[in-house]
């Protein structure tokens, strides 16, 4: 089994900063890359942020410049630094992880957190 729980959504007033946090734990043999996706009421489920295998950053045009993200290998665990944040930003921010177990070593698949809240009050 393998879990992805997030941490440290809430609320905040615009211009405001939140810290998201993921851990990734269970049957990891490897972990890929890791990111952080959002849904907003009535709208589709989009990428803010991610980390490739050579942990190199993508962001999404509307978060450049304010949201880093961020990833500690030995305790599996991913981070979002939300800074500047705006109302447009309210959203559930779920964690997603493309990583293989020990029972399949070399099948890899994505995994995601339950979500966490993110409010952004004008």
């Known amino acids: 089994q393998v879990q992805l729980v997030e941490s440290g959504g809430g609320l905040v007033q615009a211009g405001g900063s939140l810290r998201l946090s993921c851990a990734a734990s269970?049957?990891?043999?490897?972990?890929?890359?890791m990111g952080w996706y959002r849904q907003a009421p009535g709208k589709q489920r989009e990428l803010v942020a991610a980390l490739t295998s050579g942990g190199n950053p993508n962001y999404s045009d509307s978060v450049k410049g304010r949201f880093t993200i961020s990833r500690d290998n030995a305790e599996n665990t991913l981070s979002l630094q939300m800074n500047s944040l705006k109302p447009d930003d309210t959203a559930v921010y779920y964690c997603?992880?493309?990583?293989?177990?020990?029972?399949?070593?070399?099948?890899?698949?994505?995994?995601w957190g339950q979500g966490t809240q993110v409010t952004v009050s004008s």
């Open positions: 269970g049957s990891i043999f490897r972990l890929q890359s």
């Open positions: 997603n992880a493309v990583l293989s177990t020990q029972y399949s070593p070399n099948l890899f698949r994505a995994y």
